[in-house]
C-alpha cells in the first residue's frame, strides 16, 4: 500500500524557535498538517500559516516528567483516527528527554530522534570527548575542570584555553581564556554556582559545521556550512553561514556514527585551518541553528527525516548549493559592527563602549545600548570612517542572502516575537534562549 507522506501530521517541538518554524515551513508547504508545543503560550509557530494549531506543556528543563506527559497527552489529543503518518519532531534540548522515553512515546506516534544509547556517546560534552578519544577521531585535548592541574594524558598543555560548560547550547558559556589566573577564577565561579566545565585546547582555524542525515549508521544526506559571521563575536551562534564542500569532514563523521548506528539528524562543530585534518570540536544530536541556511541550500532535512520516521527509508537528497549565504535579519548587523570593532585597531578605543552596549543589549537594556552605541562611533573622524568604510564593505557580502524568520508565504511569523516583548514586561530580561547566558541553565535538559 503506498503511503501519502502529504496527509500526515507532525508534531513539532520547541515552537518558540526559528528551527521550528523551518520545521514546519518543509512539511507544511507539501500539506503535512504541524502542531506546535512549547512551554509558552505565544510563539512563532502561532502565527506561522503552517502550524495547525499549538499547544503548550510543561518545561522540559524544570519538570521533565511533567514535560513527557503533557507531550504524551497532547500526542494522545491530535492523534488522527485513519492510518496517515504521525510522526513526532523534536527540536532543540528536549530531544534528549524525548530519546530517553521514545519507547512510551512511541506507541501512539513516530519518534523522529537517534536512540538515547546512541545520544549518550556523544552528550555531554565529557562523554563525546571520551567516544572520541576511544575511536581515535582528531578532537582538541581536553579536562574537566574538576581535573585541571593533574598530570593526565590528553590534558591540555598550555594557554589559550577554551572552557565551555559540559551541558550547553547555541555557544552559551564559550569562553577563550589565555591566563592560568583568569582560569582559576573562571573554575572557582562555575564551582560556586554548581556547574562543571570542561576545558579544551585552543585550536587555530575557522568555525565549519557538518551537518547529516543517518540511517541505522548510514550516511544518507550531509552538506557543511561556514560561520562567516557569529553573534557574539568568537562564542555565539553563527548569523552569516555559506555552504561549503563537506568533504573534509566525512571521514570523521562516518567514524562516530556508524558505530553508534545512528538514526536522525544531527550537527557536529568543526574547527579547521582549510588545510590539515580538521578537529572534531561537539556534536549536536538534534537539529541545529543553521537548519534554515540548510534548506535553503537545498538539502531539506525536516523533511528526509520525516519521511525516513514515517516509513523507513529515506529519499534521495538533492546536491547542496556550494556557495549559498544566508543571514538572520538584525543579528547579521550586530555581528558586522562586532567585527569592524574587534578588527579595526584605530578603532580600539571604542571596544569597551561596544562590550557594554551589547551587554545591556543582551539584557533588554535597549535605550541604554543605544546610547552606548553612539559614543563608540564618537571617538574621532578617521576612526568613524575606517570603520564605516569596512562596514559598508562586511554589509556587502551579504547583500541578497535570504533573511532567516522571513517568508513572503508566511508573513504574521515575527509576530512570534511578541513572546520576547512579553518576557521583558514580566519579567524585565529577555527569554533564556535569546541570551548569551553564560550558563544556559534555562536550557539544559538532562
Not at 521514545?102 to 567516544?131: C, Q, W
Not at 572520541?132 to 582538541?140: C, F, K, Q
Request: hydrophobic share 45%.
Amino acid at each position: 500500500m503506498t503511503v501519502d507522506l502529504t496527509r500526515g501530521r507532525a508534531i513539532v517541538t520547541y515552537g518558540r524557535s526559528l528551527i521550528a518554524l523551518t520545521v514546519a515551513q518543509s512539511l507544511g508547504r507539501r500539506g503535512v498538517e504541524v502542531i506546535g508545543g512549547d512551554d509558552v503560550g505565544m510563539t512563532v509557530l502561532t502565527f506561522s500559516r503552517y502550524a495547525k494549531s499549538t499547544f503548550v506543556h510543561a518545561p522540559a528543563a524544570s519538570e521533565p516528567e511533567q514535560f513527557i506527559d503533557d507531550l504524551e497527552a497532547a500526542i494522545l489529543r491530535h492523534k488522527p483516527h485513519d492510518d496517515r503518518p504521525y510522526v513526532l519532531i523534536p527540536c532543540f534540548q528536549e530531544t534528549r528527554l524525548i530519546a530517553r522515553h521514545a519507547e512510551r512515546l512511541g506507541r501512539h506516534i513516530k519518534v523522529a530522534a537517534p536512540s538515547f544509547g546512541a545520544i549518550s556517546a556523544v552528550d555531554p560534552k565529557d562523554n563525546l570527548m571520551r567516544t572520541a578519544r576511544d575511536l581515535g577521531i582528531r578532537a582538541p585535548a581536553a579536562c574537566m575542570g574538576t581535573e585541571w592541574g593533574m598530570e593526565r594524558l590528553g590534558s591540555p598543555s598550555g594557554f589559550p584555553v577554551v572552557v565551555k560548560p559540559v551541558r550547553g547550547v547555541g555557544g552559551r558559556g564559550v569562553r577563550k581564556i589565555d591566563a592560568a589566573d583568569d582560569l582559576e577564577t573562571t573554575l572557582a565561579e562555575a564551582a560556586c554556582g554548581g556547574a562543571n566545565l570542561k576545558i579544551q585546547e585552543y585550536i587555530e582555524g575557522d568555525d565549519y559545521c557538518l551537518t547529516a542525515l543517518f540511517d541505522h549508521g548510514v550516511l544518507k544526506a550531509s552538506a557543511a556550512y561556514h560561520n562567516i559571521y557569529q553573534y557574539p563575536r568568537g562564542a555565539g551562534a553563527g548569523v552569516v553561514r555559506e555552504t561549503v564542500c563537506d568533504r573534509p569532514f566525512l571521514k570523521s563523521v562516518k567514524t562516530l556514527f556508524e558505530p553508534l548506528g545512528w538514526t536522525g539528524v544531527v550537527e557536529v562543530d568543526f574547527r579547521w585551518d582549510g588545510v590539515n585534518e580538521p578537529y572534531l570540536i561537539e556534536v549536536n544530536p538534534r537539529f541545529w541553528a543553521g537548519l534554515f541556511h540548510s534548506v535553503e541550500s537545498g538539502m531539506d532535512f525536516p523533511w528526509m527525516l520525516y519521511v525516513l520516521a514515517a516509513t523507513g527509508v529515506c529519499p534521495e537528497p538533492t546536491p547542496a548549493l556550494l556557495g549559498r549565504r544566508t543571514k538572520v535579519a538584525g543579528l547579521h548587523i550586530l555581528a558586522a559592527i562586532q567585527h569592524v570593532a574587534d578588527s579595526d585597531e584605530a578603532f580600539s578605543a571604542a571596544k569597551a563602549a561596544w562590550a557594554e552596549a551589547t551587554s545591556k543589549f543582551q539584557n533588554g537594556q535597549h535605550l541604554g545600548a543605544t546610547w552606548d552605541l553612539i559614543r563608540a562611533v564618537g571617538g574621532g573622524s578617521a576612526d568613524v570612517a575606517r570603520a564605516a568604510s569596512r562596514l559598508r564593505v562586511a554589509l556587502q557580502s551579504m547583500k541578497g542572502a535570504p533573511n532567516e524568520g522571513f517568508a513572503p508565504d508566511d508573513p504574521l511569523v515575527s509576530l512570534g516575537w511578541l513572546f520576547v516583548v512579553a518576557s521583558l514586561i514580566r519579567h524585565g530580561r529577555l527569554p533564556p534562549e535569546l541570551k548569551n547566558d553564560p550558563m544556559a541553565t534555562d536550557l539544559v535538559v538532562s
